[in-house]
């Protein structure tokens, strides 16, 4: 069996268990790699060192964080290759992780965050700005949204998010305002909370939405790079920031492991400014 083969069963199994067909893609990029690099070479006959020379040719040039994934999705091929009986030992079982610098996520000042909402331009721009910062949504989140999500008594809509897993989260009374005065703006029966700005009326794509942002953004002169997951980095940091325990924002931004938001601990924000200033 090749490589090829072996992702077909793979990728069956996978759909059956529920990833979502972002992962898989990446699946299948990382499975394309493979089988440039290893050919029609039989899966039985790929050794450790063989995957490990595999990793060592693009090592200098790729982030850890890339190398990282390409590490895991190998792992993981080989390790339910050899659970389901299609080759007789794991080669891939021994195979590590590069390390990871640690990276400070990078947030808007708060000051910034009203510049941006000054420089939007009617209810839809305004409701877009504000709910990514008070939600603290990913941008293909938002993409997928629908007016019926919404539950106007406790300001609070329904998400999918990664693995597609619902949680709920929750929006300020800017964000309710702004939102309530865009959909009523609306005569269309389009299920979609955002729609495009020109016809056809449909659903506003991830590309169409940081498109929006960007143009805000330009239009601000605010002197960062903006983009729609540093209103997710806002919110967080804004929440850490706040006080906020790490287990109440993990589960507000849905981390799927608490690691994830104790990197936001990490942050020079106002509350370290403060004991800054208090004990030197």
Not at 85 to 108: M, T, W
Not at 233 to 262: F, Q, W
Request: positive net charge.
């Amino acid at each position: 069996m090749n490589l090829s083969e072996l992702w077909s069963l793979y990728e069956y199994d996978k759909r059956i268990e529920g990833y979502s067909k972002h992962t898989l893609k990446a699946y299948q990029i990382q499975t394309n790699l493979l089988v440039r690099h290893f050919g029609e070479k039989d899966v039985e006959e790929i050794t450790f060192v063989d995957l490990k020379q595999y990793l060592a040719k693009d090592a200098d040039r790729l982030k850890p964080s890339s190398l990282g994934h390409r590490v895991r999705y190998i792992r993981s091929l080989f390790k339910w290759a050899h659970s389901e009986g299609y080759i007789p030992s794991n080669p891939s079982h021994k195979l590590k992780e590069p390390k990871q610098g640690k990276r400070v996520p990078k947030f808007i000042m708060e000051e910034d965050l009203e510049v941006l909402r000054e420089s939007c331009k009617g209810a839809r721009e305004k409701a877009l700005i504000s709910l990514l910062y008070s939600t603290g949504c990913r941008i293909g989140e938002v993409h997928l949204m629908d007016k019926q999500h919404i539950n106007w008594d406790n300001k609070s809509i329904i998400v999918l998010g990664k693995g597609d897993k619902e949680r709920e989260v929750y929006f300020d009374t800017k964000t309710n305002l702004w939102l309530r005065e865009y959909l009523n703006q609306r005569d269309d029966e389009i299920p979609s909370l955002f729609i495009t700005e020109r016809n056809p009326k449909k659903r506003s794509s991830i590309a169409q939405l940081r498109y929006t942002v960007k143009r805000i953004a330009k239009r601000s002169n605010v002197n960062v790079n903006i983009y729609p997951h540093r209103f997710r980095h806002s919110y967080c940091t804004h929440l850490m920031d706040r006080g906020a325990p790490l287990e109440v924002i993990s589960n507000l931004a849905g981390h799927a492991k608490i690691e994830t938001t104790r990197i936001y601990a990490q942050l020079s924000g106002e509350k370290r400014r403060e004991l800054y200033r208090k004990y030197f």
